[in-house]
């Protein structure tokens, strides 16, 4: 997969200090160094039309982050490409998600999931008073009812597998 090599190479840069000339707050140029991030995540948002949450791929996507010396864990994205760009798909990714971690799976580290208070997204109008109220101008999110209705069954869910 191409986007995995590009994901791994993107994650081999993060991980070691880096030394790089930008602009500085004052419009200035500056030498940045970073101390990198060892602690770095693969994310799996999806691609090419193809979702990746499913635990064929995180286990695919584990073996080439253990052979290239990453901590083998993943971030789901539960909207984007694994959504279908359909914010309404995103609590069957969610709860496919949290039923492989409560299943025994040591390799989602979390999830990312698009919320705000109301369903949907809205283009920003012309005349701004056309602007519906608590809708996102970005991407289309679950409403906030949805939104904790998901994160208390997912909550339900982990909790039980604590007690086994």
């Keep these: 997969m191409a986007g995995l ?17 930008s602009s500085n707050d004052h419009g ?15 994310i799996h948002r999806g691609t090419d039309g193809k979702t990746n949450y499913d635990s064929v791929s995180i286990t695919m996507s584990v073996s080439d982050l253990r052979h290239h010396g990453f901590v083998p864990r993943i971030v789901v994205d539960a909207s984007h490409g694994n959504s279908r ?9 969610i709860t496919d998600v949290i039923g492989q971690v409560a299943s025994g799976s040591q390799h989602v580290a979390g999830f990312l999931y698009e919320s705000y208070l109301e369903n949907g997204n809205q283009s920003i109008p012309q005349d701004l008073s056309d602007l519906l109220p608590d809708v996102s101008v970005t991407d289309a999110c679950d409403g906030w009812e949805t939104t904790e209705r998901v994160l208390r069954e997912a909550h339900a869910k982990l909790s039980q597998r604590k007690k086994k």
């Design 5 to 21: 090599k590009i994901a791994l190479d993107a994650m081999s840069v993060v991980t070691k200090s880096n030394v790089f000339v």
């Design 28 to 42: 200035l140029a500056s030498r940045f160094v970073t101390k990198g991030n060892g602690l770095c995540h693969l």
């Design 85 to 93: 760009k359909d914010h309404k798909n995103q609590v069957s990714v």
